[in-house]
């Protein structure tokens, strides 16, 4: 088998044949979705629970969160399945069923449409409340948060049905063995795609977070000028804060794993890239669904502690929780005034 013709998209791997061809490259690729199934979909079935069952997290960005974790449940617990399927057994095994592949390619799509809707949202609801607190309940209710979702499921299915249109197209691609969005279908649609849906995002939401981190940082400094705030405001200020910190890794987390695929479809117009860049971009895009649970764990302790009460680590709650008071009580100390030193004399009453 030569080069050139693996390389090109007329070529269509059999059953096994990838793994047999070029097992140094389809192992290690196979272990990688076959962890990113089993780690994302605990994870991600983890944050449905964990705010379904702590209160502290039932709030209105929550409602961002939870929709985030379905699209990416949907990912961890069929996209990657059916993606080691296709590096197994090829494209053979979905022509026998028919729709197979069209359907899952498209739930994929809108899954990824949502997941960066969704966390555009978030991080538009955290601009709003550090830098426009004073519009975020006229914006943000459950009604209106609701209605967001559905939005963002509406515009994913619009995407999808175009292709009846002879808009783009949902297919099984030959050089990143997945069923996934057609890139060469219709390429001015690919552009679109990639430039509205991804790359604008990715820079929009980067430009609010610089504001809002300018913002929180000129707020910091006033406040330890005047010495105003109260013990309260110092609390919620320092959670709104620290949410906002775990969205923004979040966001760079997604815009780190799906930047190389907007990339790829586009630079490949003419469809002459070796197939392997295409498969690995394609499997660490399909990595970010399983890592998000991770991010709010570690960075966020409302969810760290929502996670070791379901999962029975009492005592990583209880450091957390000693943590998250020595936090509060050193905030609240550094913005008291000073206490005025005494003599010795002067404590003893000389």
């Known amino acids: 088998m030569n080069l050139t013709t693996l390389n090109s998209s007329t070529f269509k791997f059999g059953r096994h044949e990838f793994v047999n061809s070029n097992p140094e490259m389809a192992i290690p690729l196979l272990i990688a979705l076959g962890l990113g199934t089993v780690i994302g979909t605990f994870g991600n079935v983890l944050i449905l629970l ?57 739930m994929c799509t809108i899954s990824c449409v949502n997941s960066l809707m ?37 515009i994913g299915i619009f995407l999808t049905m175009l292709n009846y249109l002879d808009i783009g197209d949902h297919t099984f691609d030959r050089k990143s063995l997945e069923c996934i969005w057609d890139r060469m279908a219709t390429y001015s649609y690919t552009v679109v795609f990639s430039i509205v849906l991804v790359w604008i995002p990715i820079v929009v939401i980067g430009l609010s977070y610089l504001k809002i981190f300018l913002r929180v940082k000129a707020s910091r ?18 959670s709104s804060f620290q949410l906002c910190k775990t969205m923004f890794i979040i966001y760079i987390v997604f815009a780190t794993c799906w930047a190389p695929y907007a990339l790829i479809i586009v ?42 009460s379901i999962l029975f680590i009492t005592r990583c709650r209880r450091r957390v929780e000693v943590e998250d008071v020595v936090v509060t009580q050193t905030t609240e100390n550094s913005l008291k005034p000073p206490k005025r030193v005494h003599s010795t004399k002067e404590s003893a009453g000389m």
């Open 50 to 106: 964990g705010v379904a069952r702590a209160k502290d997290l039932q709030n209105m960005e929550s409602v961002f969160i939870v929709n985030l974790a379905c699209s990416d449940l949907y990912v961890t617990a069929l996209a990657d399945p059916m993606s080691i399927t296709a590096k197994l057994e090829g494209e053979d095994f979905f022509e026998r069923i028919p729709g197979l592949c069209r359907a899952i390619a498209c």
């Open 118 to 154: 969704s966390i555009s949202a978030l991080s538009f609801n955290r601009f709003i409340y550090i830098c426009h607190n004073k519009y975020y309940k006229k914006i943000f209710t459950v009604r209106s948060c609701i209605f967001m979702c559905g939005v963002f499921y509406t």
């Open 221 to 238: 400094q006033r406040i330890h000028q005047s010495r105003l705030r109260t013990s309260t405001s110092s609390s919620n200020f320092a």
């Open 267 to 308: 630079v490949d117009h003419d469809d002459s890239f070796d197939y392997a860049p295409h498969l690995y971009i394609v499997v660490w895009a399909h990595m970010h669904p399983s890592l998000n649970w991770l991010v709010y764990y570690f960075t966020n302790m409302k969810f760290q502690r929502a996670f070791d």
